[in-house]
């Protein structure tokens, strides 16, 4: 059904406006979505902008699942927008929007499948995350798993795919993400 009114709204050259809570289904049909909160636009933009660019904490939160990490801004934000975050997994680079780099304290958002396990022998690239924590619960759903990692008391979720061990709770695990997948984002 989606991809029959994707087609119509392209084929007849009009817009439609489309109201949904299912994110998949504004993700996949929407040139523009616009997030609604209390009859307050949060956020208006493309679908890779509202998913990969949330401005606020309830944007990251509707629009899929996150893991938020709050830290402390360290220094400068650099000319491309990223700075160093100190937080309890340590010091990790993020972007962060015009509107925080006055603030101190911050919220991350870190998406569950941008998640890399293992280090597969490469050093980690420039503004890469490298934690160390350990397994403490795994659901194996075939094509994907998802894994809750501690890291110094901070539990993140994990989504591996095409994972090669059906579970892998216990065990110690190298995490690895990159900046450009970091984003500081607004309390709601």
Known sequence: MR???????????MTMLYV?????EALSLAD???VIAHGRVEQLGTPKEIYERPRTR???????????I????EGPVDGDGFGTVRSPLGAIRAHVPPALRSSTSLTL????????????????????????????ESVYLGASAQHIIEVRGTRL???????????????????RFPASQVVAVEPS
């Not at 709050?70 to 801004?73: R, S, T």
């Open 3 to 13: 991809a029959e009114i994707r087609r119509i709204s392209t084929q007849l050259k």
């Open 20 to 24: 949904t809570h299912d994110q998949q």
């Open 32 to 34: 523009r979505i616009a």
């Open 58 to 68: 309830f944007v990251a939160e509707f629009i899929g699942e996150t893991n938020f």
């Open 70 to 73: 709050d830290g402390e801004l």
């Open 109 to 136: 958002s870190v998406r569950p499948e941008t998640i890399r396990i293992g280090n597969d022998g490469l050093s980690s690239v420039r503004g890469e995350t490298l934690i160390v924590g350990r397994c403490v």
């Open 157 to 175: 979720k994990v989504l591996e795919g095409n994972p090669s061990e059906h579970t892998r709770v216990g065990c110690d695990l190298t995490l």
